[in-house]
């Protein structure tokens, strides 16, 4: 009796080999895959979206595109595009060591036949692609090494709309929103420009708003990168137009999705971009907006707080109520740059504006909103010696419990020359353990614990300029008592009323004119004024008789 050959189940794509530059962590980075005209060679960069700067990591040998980073895995997975032939998958790390995994699979392993890739990102392990071919599909492919379906298709839709006169949406690029799972783009046409988001499980394409007043005309927009926790969506003008003629310069605009309308900020201007396409770990982070004198730009070593609402899916640990991600410190003369980058939101709100430090107390009460269910600490740095630096000697702080909802940070007292005089002061609220992250080398030591600069995750950074006030420590005033008369009954002259307490104080007083000297510290006794009687009396006859004493002569004459 025959037997029928096993069937083969369907296999999966050879998995690589072990990566060895992947990221540690997250490096809160954008990057970019750039292709210089007519060289057929992608480079790999580190993009400063701030800027518009590259820093060259890697030339590859072929084109480079539709890429994302993998937070699971702290790796960059895109496609190598062939022509005429399906797209390859690779994978890369920090330093461009790329690996050509494949052709993408169907679910019956079967090597896909039609696979070009115009967009690309990654969630966890899932690779998220924007074809041309098939044309306006978004399929979704395991790209996780250890899974029995790594490099195979696991869904496949069409998008529900395209773009006028065109079999596809016209997006550069998407990326991946972690807080509501869609995919977010700007489609862009020569008479319009609008922010639309799609659902990666449908396919359902949703215009989030129309942005043509906002970002310019361009060739194309070209990489996008939205920061996880904030909804910041950064997408970049690869060479904007002007009357539709090329300026040969590109830009990138960053839409805080999360407000209605998104409000648009634009950043530097590099060079032109031909082809592009990013990828990115950027995490919602807090900056500091004081003078960088005081260290407070990235690159100055600044303080910077990765948002508890990321961590922990949208709890909370802030300075007063308040809070919004940016890019980087601001260097602001009064520190008020990043209160009023959102119109209408004040996100430095746990210190009232024009708050004032005495020089002899200084203190400050703090408000503060904990929803983590975490411990806290608060630090504050108050430049009180006015040196343009937050110096150790400076610093307060207080642990807070997780209810607590507010704070007073005492300082030591310090000296001003002057009646008053500008300062900035420096608040940190960290989650309880993180502190020590934000320890720093400076000036060839190390500080421990909460530190004025330094990365941590959790909490926020508030900067503030305020005034400090010259006051005197109040000196000490011994109360002066009721004064008191005692007089000793023995030596009362006989013929004079007897003492009397006068006064209802306890003790015996002669009469109210004693009282009244007493205050002074003279004291009238008996026979003081009986000698003063005497002298007043023989006054009295020394004038009687000057006044009588010439009229008797003139009438013996």
């Not at 040998?61 to 496609?79: H, M």
């Not at 209408?344 to 430090?357: L, Q, S, Y």
Request: aromatic share 8%.
């Amino acid at each position: 009796m025959a037997h029928a050959a096993p069937v083969a189940g369907p296999r999966a794509l050879p998995a690589p080999p072990a990566a060895t530059d992947a990221w540690a962590t997250c490096p809160n980075y954008a990057y970019m895959v750039t292709l210089p005209e007519g060289s057929g060679r992608s480079t790999f960069n580190r993009y400063d979206i701030g800027t518009a700067s590259l820093v060259p990591i890697k030339q590859f040998d072929f084109v480079v595109n539709a890429i994302g980073y993998s937070k699971t895995q702290n790796l960059v997975w895109g496609v190598h595009s062939v022509d005429n032939e399906p797209d390859t998958l690779v994978r890369f790390g920090s330093q461009g060591d790329l690996v050509e995994v494949g052709v993408p699979e169907d679910a019956s392993g079967n090597p896909l036949t039609k696979f070009e890739a115009l967009a690309g990102t990654v969630d966890g392990n899932t690779y998220i692609a924007h074809t041309r071919t098939p044309a306006n599909h978004l399929m979704t492919i395991d790209i996780d090494p250890a899974s029995s379906t790594f490099g195979q298709v696991k869904t496949d839709v069409a998008l529900s709309r395209t773009s006028p006169g065109r079999s596809y949406l016209n997006v550069g690029d998407w990326d991946v929103y972690d807080q509501d799972g869609l995919l977010y783009a700007v489609e862009l046409d020569s008479n319009f420009r609008k922010l639309v988001k799609i659902d990666p499980a449908t396919g359902q394409v949703t215009d989030a708003a129309t942005v043509t007043a906002d970002l310019p005309d361009s060739a194309n927009y070209g990489a996008a990168f939205m920061e996880d926790g904030s909804g910041n969506f950064y997408v970049g003008a690869n060479n904007v137009l002007s009357g539709g003629t090329p300026t040969g310069q590109s830009q990138t605009f960053m839409l805080r999705t999360g407000l209605t309308p998104p409000l648009t900020t634009a950043y530097g201007k590099g060079g032109a971009l031909r082809v592009n396409d990013g990828a990115d770990c950027l995490l919602a982070t807090d900056f500091g907006d004081a003078p960088d004198s005081y260290g407070t730009l990235d690159d100055s070593g600044g303080p910077a707080h990765v948002l508890s609402s990321y961590l922990h899916h949208g709890k909370k640990l802030r300075i007063g109520a308040n809070i919004d991600a940016d890019l980087d410190g601001f260097n602001d003369a009064d520190a008020k740059v990043d209160d009023d980058n959102v119109p209408g939101m004040n996100d430095e709100d746990g210190v009232p504006a024009g708050t004032r430090f005495t020089s002899t107390k200084p203190k400050l009460t703090v408000k503060i909103t904990n929803t983590t269910g975490l411990a806290a600490v608060l630090a504050g740095w108050l430049d009180s010696n006015r040196n343009g630096e937050f110096d150790d000697a400076e610093r307060a702080m207080v642990p807070l419990s997780a209810s607590a909802t507010s704070a007073t940070l005492t300082w030591k007292a310090f000296s001003l020359p002057s009646a008053s005089a500008k300062s900035f002061l420096r608040l940190r609220v960290y989650e309880a353990g993180r502190t020590e992250a934000a320890g720093r080398t400076r000036a060839g030591r190390t500080e421990a614990g909460p530190t004025p600069g330094g990365w941590v995750d959790g909490g926020e950074v508030d900067d503030h300029e305020v005034t400090l006030v010259r006051t005197t420590a109040a000196r000490a005033v011994t109360a002066v008592s009721k004064p008191k008369v005692q007089i000793d009954p023995d030596t009362w002259p006989a013929n004079s009323d007897g003492p009397k307490d006068l006064d209802d104080d306890g003790d015996v007083d002669q009469h109210d004119l004693d009282l009244a000297l007493a205050a002074t510290g003279f004291v009238l006794r008996p026979y003081l004024l009986l000698g003063v009687g005497m002298v007043l009396l023989g006054l009295v006859i020394l004038i009687l008789a000057l006044m009588v004493g010439p009229k008797k002569v003139r009438r013996r004459i």
